[in-house]
């Protein structure tokens, strides 16, 4: 929505301010934490305000016909500003390539995490790594390369030195006074689903969860303080079948799920019934553990459903006090036709994005 950000921000740090009991310890405790903590504290303010961030995947690195423009962004052509939250992936890192597996180069993502950060915008990160076993991508799941990954073995040791990898990514993130900049990382994403080598047929729970812990030594090996850990499996689940490859409290601080919207006028029923399927439980499961709450991946490929922000995700998500929701990318159409989840200018949906933006609880920032 246009609410400014700032306005917003402030207008949450009033309500908290009125409603504490103004010890000075405290806002002394508040004056010091860490990157993460602090980020964390963001969300849940904003989740319980009724705003969520609205996300873009790889928003500012290339859009519909475009690619590297100074200022570049589908949303903000469409909008006039920024989505809140923008979303990266540190696929290809791993062996030490200076673009991940879309073409994007490290350093400009790196740049465009820290232009997000200063326009007062939040960073999320994924990770698409390549199978250790096989050397193929994400999507080759040949080898069982989660059983391989049991420790003192070789390939345990190539993960090791990967997961370093994306770690050191991480903590060079700085602003312009040098302090480490909070991003949110959901590493394993989907893994309820088995497309990628590390989803549910490929490897025991515990195998997969002892993948998790293996990444959050390393990223804790390095000292980071500036990581918000969101576990994000896919849809139709029950509570049960959601945590079964959960983590643990401690590993994670954000509870997210992944459900996209297929087959265009004639799935509507089926998208909004999974969200109301699968967010409620989870966003109750959030506040009893102490999380925040997310729709960590969503979108229709190619909008077929021309009002699809207000018809169909605005009323899915009403109510639901969630942190954010991210749709993926815009592809350039001359290399991927029709992969793109929000409207550029002409789009038929674009005046539907407009409306969604200026009345929608969603956070978009200049």
């Not at 696929?91 to 991940?100: H, K, L, P, T």
């Not at 302090?179 to 025991?204: A, K, L, M, Q, Y």
């Not at 029923?269 to 399927?277: G, L, P």
């Not at 929000?342 to 409306?355: A, L, N, Q, R, T």
Request: charged share 20%; with cysteine.
């Amino acid at each position: 929505m246009k609410y400014g950000l700032f306005a917003l921000m402030a207008a949450l740090a009033v309500s908290s301010c009125s409603s504490s009991k103004g010890n000075k310890t405290e806002a002394a405790a508040e004056s010091v934490a860490t990157p993460r903590e602090a980020m964390i504290s963001r969300l849940d303010s904003v989740a319980r305000s009724g705003h969520y961030y609205f996300g873009h995947h790889d928003d500012t690195a290339y859009g519909h016909t475009w690619r590297y423009v100074d200022g570049g962004s589908d949303v903000k052509a469409v909008t006039g500003q920024y989505p809140g939250l923008m979303s990266w992936d540190l696929g290809m890192i791993e062996v030490d390539s200076a673009r991940n597996l879309d073409g994007v180069p490290f350093s400009f993502i790196a740049a465009e995490i820290a232009k997000q950060h200063e326009r007062g915008g939040i960073n999320a990160i994924s990770w698409h790594p390549l199978n250790p076993v096989s050397g193929g991508n994400s999507w080759d799941v040949t080898g069982t390369p989660l059983h391989s990954l049991q420790e003192g073995t070789g390939v345990s040791d190539t993960m090791k030195v990967w997961i370093d990898r994306a770690a050191a990514f991480v903590a060079s993130l700085k602003d312009s006074e040098g302090n480490p900049i909070p991003v949110i990382f959901r590493p394993w994403h989907e893994n309820s689903g088995s497309w990628f080598w590390w989803g549910r047929d490929h490897g025991t729970p515990e195998e997969y969860i002892n993948l998790w812990k293996m990444t959050r030594a390393g990223f804790d090996a390095r000292g980071i303080n500036n990581v918000v850990w969101a576990y994000s499996p896919d849809k139709d689940l029950t509570p049960e079948e959601y945590f079964s490859t959960y983590p643990g409290d401690e590993y994670v601080d954000i509870l997210g799920t992944d459900i996209y919207h297929f087959d265009g006028e004639a799935g509507v029923d089926t998208y909004v019934n999974r969200i109301k399927a699968q967010m409620p439980f989870v966003v109750e499961e959030a506040q009893k553990r102490g999380k925040v709450a997310a729709l960590t991946e969503t979108g229709l490929e190619g909008l077929g459903v021309t009002d699809w922000y207000t018809r169909v995700l605005e009323p899915a998500i009403k109510g639901l006090p969630i942190a954010y929701v991210c749709v993926w990318r815009n592809a350039i159409e001359s290399e991927k036709p029709n992969h793109f989840y929000v409207p550029y200018p002409g789009h038929p949906s674009e005046d539907d994005f407009k409306k969604f933006h200026e009345t929608s609880g969603a956070i978009f920032v200049d």
